[in-house]
């Protein structure tokens, strides 16, 4: 089992910062096939490296061709031909490798697009429109669920991050982001620090896709994600990141971050992510709990019910919601199938039925 953090009796405003684990091997790829290297040369001293071997090769081709002549003309070989020999590779390090170094280098997030709108250097305006609102619009959402569930209000945190383009390269279509808390002082401040929990969050995103099988996600993913709230969270931005179809010219998105190397969203990951957040498996307690709904995402079905009584919040799961199931600002008391983490703490509700306090039940 994954350790965590994660103290059941701790203040909701309290931040438990962990590393991202490496995986146990009975997770479905070893360690050194998803961890990036830390200890490596960075992708931007590895492309100057790249230049200075054949510029220090030009200049021993030059060398060894003093006195010599050219096969076909006889001629002496002149600094021209030695030059014109090695030139190309120089300007495609400097158009293509020195861009892309910068994005992988710079970026909390790297997304690589594939498709017939990122095949070439100029790119579909509609599919770089697409990838980087889906990107801004997901990410910034996975701030904000981060870190109202970790007791904070997440979305007025989330309208101040700062999601700053890192970095744009061609060779299909590669986008960096980086993320860069509010100038004012907006995050809580206690023992550690809010920042790194939504880096950590935010990092984990390649490492989760691989734990979609051809018909599942597979139960290891809760070893990376002992807290199933924010698992749910964590899925449901993939599922949003996922291009669906062909439509904006782009059939596969690649993610990678500093902490993990680059995994694939295609259809078949967009099929099994649906039918995992439609259709839950391994939900076994069943309780009744009262607490004020603070967020509400329509579109998701999912609402945070925060100040329940030793608890914190509570991510509830409500299928087909609607603006009227999800009595957004009100007190109400839920029944239903729960998850709870590593420390038997609700975490995750399928919600059966919610009862605004003092009216009817609303069955779902």
């Known amino acids: 089992m994954a350790k965590t953090s994660t103290n059941s009796d701790r203040p909701e405003s309290v931040f438990q910062l962990r590393r991202p684990q490496s995986r146990s091997n009975t997770q479905p790829a070893d360690e050194t096939s998803t961890r990036r290297a830390f200890d490596k040369i960075s992708a931007r001293e590895s492309a100057i490296e790249k230049t200075r071997m054949f510029m220090e090769n030009m200049i021993g081709m030059w060398e060894a061709s003093r006195g010599q002549k050219r096969p076909d003309t006889g001629d002496p070989f002149t600094q021209s031909d030695i030059v014109q020999g090695t030139l190309p590779k120089i300007l495609e390090i400097a158009e293509h490798d020195i861009p892309l170094a910068n994005v992988l280098d710079l970026s909390d997030v790297i997304l690589h697009a594939e498709g017939p709108g990122a095949a070439n250097g100029t790119p579909w305006l509609k599919s770089i429109n697409w990838l980087t609102g889906t990107a801004y619009r997901n990410i910034n959402a996975l701030i904000a669920t981060t870190m109202d569930l970790h007791g904070a209000d997440g979305k007025a945190i989330s309208r101040h991050i700062d999601l700053r383009l890192s970095g744009i390269a061609p060779g299909s279509l590669w986008i960096g982001m980086k993320i860069e808390p509010p100038e004012n002082g907006l995050l809580p401040i206690d023992d550690h620090n809010p920042l790194e929990v939504i880096l950590e ?39 949003r990141l996922t291009p669906s179809g062909n439509q904006h010219g782009i059939h596969t998105v690649n993610i990678s971050t500093q902490a993990y190397s680059s995994a694939a969203l295609g259809n078949r990951e ?95």
Request: glycine letters at 6%; one cysteine or more; charged letters at 30%.
């Open 201 to 239: 969050q935010v990092s984990k995103l390649p490492e989760a896709i691989r734990f979609i099988d051809e018909e599942q996600v597979l139960p290891g993913i809760n070893e990376i994600f002992p807290d199933p709230a924010m698992r749910d969270a964590e899925l449901h931005a993939l599922y």
């Open 270 to 364: 967009r099929v099994v992510l649906k039918n995992s957040l439609d259709k839950p498996k391994g939900v076994k307690k069943h309780g009744t709990f009262i607490g004020k709904v603070r967020e509400a995402d329509l579109d998701k079905t999912r609402i945070h019910l925060r100040e329940v009584q030793n608890v914190g919040t509570i991510r509830c799961v409500i299928p087909e919601m609607t603006a009227e199931k999800s009595h957004l600002g009100k007190q109400v008391r839920v029944n239903g199938y729960y998850e709870t983490d590593a420390n038997d703490r609700p975490r995750l509700l399928y919600v059966e039925d919610m009862t605004p306090v003092g009216q009817e039940n609303l069955k779902f």
